[in-house]
């Protein structure tokens, strides 16, 4: 079974830019959720998407937003970059139902903005 | 509002020795709690959670954690660590299921703990 991937691994963009990430998720996993991670932040929770719609939203500014498709795949995007948007940006995909249940994660997206 | 806060930003410790990683949680509610660990220039992987019943809960590579709800706490250890056990952990609380909007599956994240096992 093949795993969460994301695309692009690596990404250099400049400032004001804008950026598309993508995630496939385990097939028949129908829930993926979104995080940013830096060193001096950790892990951040962006947003979740269930069925083609968004359930959670972290306390992200309006730049980031995402959506997901029929076939569960999601993407996400960062307008008008800013240099502290440099991060690795997770994806991870779970099945739906019940509380909470292990989440697989993608191994990033690493995003540099200069 | 949940928080997670891991004690330790770094831990060296000896091949072959025993870890303890701490984390503690502040929650209002009940909560799921998860030790992740991350390689060098990888994703997140699932070494154990509770989410509820016996409060010890074994994981993989030899890795457990202790739920202890008076001291909000969830600490993991392993007994005998290897090189190869070097790697940053997180521990993660999750509030479950919230009244009003469903399944609440937003993860908390702690900061981080970097272990480096050493010769």
């Known amino acids: 079974k093949a795993g969460v991937t994301q695309t692009p691994r690596y990404l250099i963009k400049t400032r004001g830019q804008q950026v598309t990430l993508s995630c496939s998720p385990i097939?028949?996993?129908?829930?993926v959720s979104w995080y940013q991670q830096t060193p001096g932040q950790g892990l951040q929770f962006l947003f979740e998407?269930?069925?083609?719609?968004?359930?959670n939203k972290g306390n992200f500014p309006g730049r980031f937003s995402g959506r997901q498709f029929s076939n569960s795949r999601s993407e996400m995007n960062v307008s008008t970059l800013e240099l502290g948007d440099s991060a690795l940006y997770l994806c991870?995909?779970?099945?739906?139902?019940?509380?909470?249940?292990?989440?697989?994660f993608g191994q990033g997206t690493r995003l540099t903005v200069v | 509002a949940q928080s997670v806060t891991q004690l330790d930003s770094q831990v060296p410790v000896f091949e072959e020795a025993p870890v303890e990683l701490r984390c503690n949680y502040s929650?209002?509610?009940?909560?799921?709690l998860f030790w992740y660990v991350q390689y060098p220039n990888q994703g997140l992987q699932l070494l154990l959670k509770?989410?509820?019943?016996s409060t010890l809960v074994k994981g993989i590579n030899g890795f457990e954690a202790e739920f202890n709800k008076s001291q909000t706490s969830f600490h993991l250890r392993k007994p005998s660590v290897h090189i190869s056990d070097t790697a940053e952990y997180f521990c993660?609380?999750?509030?479950?299921?919230?009244?009003?909007?469903?399944?609440?599956?937003?993860?908390?994240w702690g900061l981080g703990t970097s272990l480096a096992v050493n010769p």
């Open positions: 991870a995909s779970s099945l739906p139902g019940g509380p909470v249940t292990e989440a697989f």
């Open positions: 998407y269930f069925s083609e719609t968004q359930r």
């Open positions: 993660a609380v999750s509030a479950g299921k919230t009244p009003n909007a469903g399944n609440n599956r937003k993860l908390i």
């Open positions: 097939s028949g996993h129908r829930s």
């Open positions: 509770y989410l509820s019943g």
């Open positions: 929650s209002s509610v009940s909560v799921y």
